[in-house]
Structure formats: structure tokens, C-alpha cells
């Protein structure tokens, strides 16, 4: 379930990475996406109650999208996204500072969660795992990078974790066969991922949930190590 701005006064509803024709205000967006969530799973329901994922579902996308009503509008194309996402200061139209810090495998623990409290009355996560503290005056930059960073949030635009993904791995999912997300870690501290400098995507399983779109190389659990390649 994706949301694609077209205008400052609509946005469109993707699912599995195409356009549905289904159009909201930016006010009623998330309302819509969360309306998809309950569509998939009416329709996961209808099929039989197994599939995760849209990929799963016969005719996934086309039989979500015809379970919601609402304005629609011509097709457009979905463009890439531009991998991996941005981090770091960038400017606003009003003079001040957004600071975007990538989150590692975008899972924020309660101190990080806190600290961005303190820093804005509301932040904006993004699809690529890291979170934007907008707003801030520009001699407050420095001091926020600062304290965001001693909890683990990344500003460096070269570093791993702006390439790695997981699934939810071990002990999060019954299916997968590692526990991934503290084998991506270990991986990247100590220099040892196995494709260095490309985008990876470390799963438990074939089903390989949360992959990123656009090319990433896989690296899967077999229960006695990893299998990596694209596919």
C-alpha cells in the first residue's frame, strides 16, 4: 500500500507499485491507505485466510482496489524512488532546517522515539526507514544531528544502512528460519555484509516480505547460513 503526491491537493493510492486510479486530499490520505489495509484483508479472508502479502492474492491488487470506493482519476505512472532515500540537513521554504536521519532497519526503540519528542511536536516518516524532524532553526541543527546520532540514527549517506533491509525474522515471525535483523547488524559492524556497497535485502524466508522495489540483492536463510543473489 503506497501514497504518490500529485498535486499539493491530491494524492494517488498505489498498491504493489501501480496506480489504482483511487485519489484523496492529502488530508484523507492515510484514511484511504488504511482503507486498503482492511480491503487486503476482506479479500485475504475471501481467498482463504493465508496470504501476507498482495503478491500472495489472485488478482491482489485489481480485487483490493475494486473493494474501495471513492474519487478516481486517470492512471498515471508510477515513478522509482530514488534509492536509497535522502538523509541529512535540507533546507525549507521558510528559512528553516528539516534533518532527516536514517533509522537502522527503521525500527525505532522507546529513548529514540522520546528524543525525537523533545525535538518537534510531529515528525514525518518516510518509506526508506528514516524519520524527518522538520521545523528546526538552523543554529539548532547541529546540536539535534548531534543527539539523534549518540542513539543510532545515521546521517552519513555512504553508510551500509542506507542500503540494508530485513523482513522481520526471528523471534518476530513463525516462518522465518534466522533471526536476521541481529545478523544484518553483527554484518554491518564488523565490515562483513556480503555484497558491501549495494542495496541488500536480508530475509528469513522464500517469501522475502519487505523487499524494496528496484534492484537489490537477496539474502536469504536456508537454516544452516545465507544464500545471496538477485533475483
Known sequence: VGLLTLSPAEVALTLAGADTGLRAHPDDAVALALAATRAFLAERTAQGGTAWRLAELDDGAI?????????????????????PGPVGAAPQSDGRVAL?????????????????????????????RSVVVPDLAEDA?????????RTGMVFDAESPWTRVTAC???????????????????????????????????AGCERRC?????????????????????S
Not at 70 to 75: F, K, S, V
Not at 108 to 127: G, I, K, M, N, W
Not at 178 to 185: E, H, L, P, S
Not at 222 to 227: E, I, K
Open 63 to 83: 480485487r483490493v482496489g475494486a473493494r474501495l470506493g471513492g474519487r478516481r482519476g486517470g492512471a498515471v505512472d508510477v515513478p522509482p524512488a530514488p534509492t
Open 100 to 128: 532527516v536521519a536514517a533509522v537502522p532497519l527503521g525500527r525505532l526503540d522507546a529513548a529514540q522515539a522520546e528524543l525525537l519528542a523533545r525535538l518537534a511536536d510531529e515528525v514525518q516518516l518516510t518509506p526508506w
Open 141 to 149: 541543527v547541529d546540536d539535534a544531528a548531534v543527539a539523534l546520532h
Open 168 to 202: 522481520a525474522g526471528q523471534p518476530g515471525c513463525a516462518k522465518s528460519l534466522a533471526d536476521v535483523r541481529a545478523d544484518a547488524a553483527a554484518a554491518v559492524a564488523t565490515g562483513t555484509l556480503p555484497v558491501d556497497g549495494a542495496r541488500q535485502h536480508w
Open 210 to 230: 519487505g523487499r524494496p522495489q528496484g534492484e537489490v540483492v537477496d539474502v536469504v536463510a536456508t537454516g544452516t547460513g545465507y544464500r545471496v543473489g538477485k
